[in-house]
Structure formats: C-alpha cells, structure tokens
C-alpha cells in the first residue's frame, strides 16, 4: 500500500500516543478497543493490519461513522495517496472534521488516562445508599462510572460521550452548551416514548438546579442519553447540551442508575487525587458539616450562625432575615438533637470553592419531630466552609 498522507493520519502521527494499556482501563466495550487497535496500527504505518481491523469493526458496527471514514480513506488509499480525507466537498467537511475531534478524543483517554485508584477531587463522600455515581469530563468526552464500595468510590466504567455544540458552562436557554456543576437524575424516559434523535432512552437530570436559579441560569431539558439510531457514536460536540453515549454503553449504563439518588458530575478538566489525599479532604470536610450539627444543637445562636455565609438566600430570606428567624426559633426550644444519615458530599469539578451536600435530617425538640431531605450549598470563604444555600431539593428557590 503506498504510504497514507491524509488529515486523519497526520492526527494519529502527532498525537504520539501509546494504545497497549487501553484494555486495562476499562474500554468500554470492544468495538472501541478495535478502533484504538487499529489507530495504533496506522500510527505504526502498518497498513495492512489496520486495514483488516478497519474492516471488521466497520462489519461490526456498520453505523460507526468515524470507523467508516478511515476505512473508506485506507481503501482510496491502496490505489492513489488522499491529499485530505474523504470527500473534498463542503457539505462534507463539517461532518468530517467532527470525526477528526472524535478521533483525537478517543485517542487522548489512552494517552492522558486518569492513574487506576486515583478519584476525581470533586467526589468527596458518596451516601450509604448512593451505589453509583456518574462523573463526567469533557476535556476527555468521557463519561466515568464509579461505584460505591463500603464508602469508597472505584471506578468500573467508562464510556465515549459527546456534549453540547455550543461547548460548556451553560447560561441560558439555547446556547447550546453543556452545563458544569453537581447535578442528580431526576426521571428515565423509555425509548418508546422517545424521537428516534435520543436513541435507546434518556435519563434527565436537574438542570437547573437551586444554584443555577439563584444564578440566573436558564434552560431545560439537559438529559443523559442514546445516539440516532442510524449512528454509532457522534462528535465529541454534537447535543444541544446533552451528554450522549452510543446506544449500547447507554444501555450499559442505564442498568445502573437509580433515579432516586444518582449523582453527576460535569467538568471541563477533572482534578484526580490518590486514596490518601481523598480520605484527608473528606474528614475535613466532614468536620464542617458536625461542626453545623452540633452548633445548632448547642442553641448558642452565636455559635451557630458562624456557619452561614453572608451571601446565604434561599429564595425566602436573605442572611440578616433568616439569622433573626432562626435565633427566635432555636431561643424558643427546651432542647434540639440534630440527626444525619445519608450524607452526600461533592464539589462542584471546575469551582472547588462550591459544595453540594444532601442528606435525611432527623430532628427532634420539645415542640416538633420530624425526618426531611435537606440539600445546601456551602461556599469556601477565607479558607472556611459556610453555607450560602439550604432547603428542601424538591422544591427548588421559590
């Protein structure tokens, strides 16, 4: 075969990647094995052999646009060198230099692959009953599966996801964009009661959330979902702002999500740290949450409201307002016990300085008892947690 000079090629030469470790880090499922193998193999100039791996993933997954693509450009190949890939017509250079992305986006998880053990900063704690938790980065176009394991997270998963057109940190209705924050599912939408476009089902999730209100942020309708169905995979910026995954790795993981309490967490960049650093951070940040708990027990309203941050609201009151209510609230109990369980705790992937913490809160006085779903966002001030937020997550900022 004469050599290949075309765009896709000269990615793989530049991209100085090694694919050996790939299947040791959880791939996830075997066609895009295939398809690393044989990017491997034309990095390696090894034509022939891509060839044969080309032919069979695209025999495989006859709807597999990126595999396609090279096959077609190794065929041409054979009898007269490409100047570029694929056909030199504008409709088709869009569509094609999308595939260029995917391709370097499937070639950069093998290459920049987070080290096995390792935990992204942002997932603090997972609650006893938070089996799984999704964390998602767009840097990579790659969507992590961890599960929960006697509290802590290890990864089992991972699959090739695309994201909004627009790019990242949605704003407003629109634009397009991927939202970037701590985010939970709220519903599974089945594929019968779907447009084709979504592919084999969809899993909404809470855009926008509390935060994002107070914020100002608009928008609805940012789920996790399948492809087309006539496509395997598509570019790594194609939704409308959602996160998408081939139809069998949604499936994969549809399996595992539990509507009631399945966390998500979207980054551009994922901050990763060893076990030891991830124990550390979370007993820190766990001795600010008892510190709340026991303050309020204590009654001393002093003591307690050093807990809030001057930028608290809550859709209700303001600081000022909600420090009055609460102090003639507590003065007026003989006593207060405070009780959690279930206690979530994660930061937000691109504003470490932003915390999500949900858990069921027990609590019992002389005048009133009573167990809630409580979520706050606590905001890092001077090197202290505070809590800018707190509320019921059903409900939302009035």
């Known amino acids: 075969m004469r050599k290949l000079k075309t765009v896709l090629f000269s990615v793989f030469l530049s991209s100085s990647f090694s694919l050996h470790a790939a299947s040791d880090y959880g791939i996830s499922e075997g066609n895009e094995e295939l398809l ?14 891509a060839l044969t791996q080309f032919k069979e993933l695209t025999q495989k997954r ?52 987070p080290v096995p053990g390792y935990v992204p900063q942002s997932l603090i704690k997972m609650s006893d009953d938070q089996q799984y938790v ?32 627009g790019g990242v940190e949605k704003r ?45 942020h608009t928008g609805n309708g940012i789920w996790l979902h399948g492809s087309p169905v006539d496509t395997y995979s598509r570019p790594p910026k194609a939704s409308e702002g959602c996160i ?25 960049n994922m901050k990763w740290i060893d076990q030891q650093s991830w124990v550390a951070q979370q007993k820190e940040i766990e001795q600010y949450v008892e510190k709340w708990r026991v303050d309020w027990e204590s009654q001393e309203h002093s003591r307690y409201i050093t807990n809030y941050s001057k930028q608290y609201r809550d859709g209700l009151r303001d600081f000022n307002s909600f420090s009055e209510y609460k102090q003639r609230v507590n003065a ?5 016990k405070v009780g959690l369980k279930d206690v979530s705790l994660f930061t937000y992937p691109n504003d470490p300085n932003l915390m999500v913490a949900t858990f069921n809160q027990d609590y019992q006085s002389d005048s009133y008892q009573g167990e809630s779903i409580k979520r706050q966002y606590w905001v890092k001030e001077e090197g202290h947690w505070r809590i800018a937020y707190e509320g019921d997550p059903s409900r939302g900022i009035p």
């Open 36 to 49: 690393l193998q044989g990017l491997e193999s034309l990095a390696a100039q090894q034509f022939d052999t």
């Open 62 to 113: 006859p709807d597999f646009r990126l595999a396609q693509l090279v096959y077609g450009d190794l065929l041409a190949a054979q009898t007269n060198p490409l100047g570029q890939i694929g056909s030199d017509t504008k409709q088709r250079r869009k569509e094609i230099d999308g595939l260029i992305d995917e391709a370097r986006a499937r070639i950069l998880i093998s290459k920049d692959k």
């Open 134 to 165: 999704i964390v998602v980065d767009a840097k990579f176009s790659r969507l992590f599966v961890f599960e929960n394991r006697n509290g802590v997270p290890v990864l089992i998963k991972d699959f090739y996801a695309s994201y909004g057109r």
């Open 172 to 216: 407003k209705q629109g634009d397009l964009k991927t939202p970037l924050g701590v985010y939970f599912v709220t519903d599974r939408f089945l594929d019968e009661r779907l447009p084709e476009r979504y592919g084999s089902g969809a899993l909404p999730i809470n855009y926008p959330n509390v935060w994002d209100s107070r914020n100002g």
């Open 244 to 268: 998408s995954l081939t139809n069998p790795d949604f499936i994969d993981l549809d399996k595992l999500v539990n509507i009631k309490n399945t966390p998500v967490l979207i980054g551009s």
């Open 332 to 336: 007026s109990k003989r006593f207060i």
